[in-house]
T-cell receptor, first 116, second 111 residues
Framework: NAGVTQTPKFRILKIGQSMTLQCTQD?????MYWYRQDPGMGLKLIYY???????DKGEVPNGYNVSRSTTEDFPLRLELAAPSQTSVYFC???????????????FGDGTRLSIL | GQNIDQPTEMTATEGAIVQINCTYQ??????LFWYQQHAGEAPTFLSY????GLEEKGRFSSFLSRSKGYSYLLLKELQMKDSASYLC????????????FGAGTRLAVHP
């Protein structure tokens, strides 16, 4: 039962460097999400996707980019790392809603990113 | 604007009952979710409510009043392993399951 898998688990970047956080899910979920969680704060939605080729901005998209070329993968790209992007990043996925019911999101274990 | 409020910290005794409250003001509200998050780990889904009333799942129950913008999570027969943060999240954004999270309530269970 892999579920949602995120890599890497930890990373230290220098200011101005770029990197891609990987996320893959094996549950055939249509919807995928990226969140960041700062200490003592709730999760903030960065970007989300409702299917391959479709992405949209969440609450805090600035400084990030995403793509969704397959149902399984939803990578998050940081182009010019800044200290304000030091955070824990969580990827999540869910089924599409059907018949008025809601579907819970399933989370990966997170990537702990420090920008120095 | 979008706003979710829940207490920052709570303490309780093993075997007792604790109620964690959550109030919300969000546009496009379509349901209220509760997640548990142990320190350094991912959030895990506990319960959700779409309609007013109580949903019971074993030791955990969740209540929703849409007219009051209010929900609570009730934990019974507390165990030490229930020490964690409990995140209240309002569903919004139509059918896309977008969630607005509160900052979480850190629950400490003592012997």
């Amino acid at each position: 039962n892999a579920g949602v898998t995120q890599t890497p688990k930890f990373r230290i970047l220098k200011i101005g460097q770029s990197m891609t956080l990987q996320c893959t899910q094996d549950m055939n979920h249509n919807y995928m999400y990226w969140y960041r969680q700062d200490p003592g704060m709730g999760l903030k939605l960065i970007y989300y996707s409702v299917g391959a080729g479709i992405t949209d901005k969440g609450e805090v998209p600035n400084g990030y980019n995403v793509s969704r070329s397959t149902t399984e993968d939803f990578p998050l790209r940081l182009e010019l790392a800044a200290p304000s992007q030091t955070s824990v990043y969580f990827c999540a996925s869910s089924r599409a809603n059907r018949g008025g019911g809601l579907q819970p999101q399933h989370f990966g274990d997170g990537t702990r990113l420090s920008i120095l | 604007g979008q706003n979710i409020d829940q207490p920052t910290e709570m303490t309780a005794t093993e075997g007792a009952i604790v109620q964690i409250n959550c109030t919300y003001q969000t546009s496009g509200f379509n349901g209220l979710f509760w997640y548990q998050q142990h320190a350094g780990e991912a959030p895990t889904f506990l319960s959700y409510n779409v309609l007013d009333g109580l949903e019971e799942k074993g030791r955990f129950s969740s209540f929703l009043s849409r007219s009051k913008g209010y929900s609570y999570l009730l934990l019974k027969e507390l165990q030490m392993k229930d020490s964690a943060s409990y995140l209240c999240a309002a569903g919004t954004g139509g059918g896309y399951n977008k969630l607005i999270f509160g900052a979480g309530t850190r629950l400490a269970v003592h012997p």
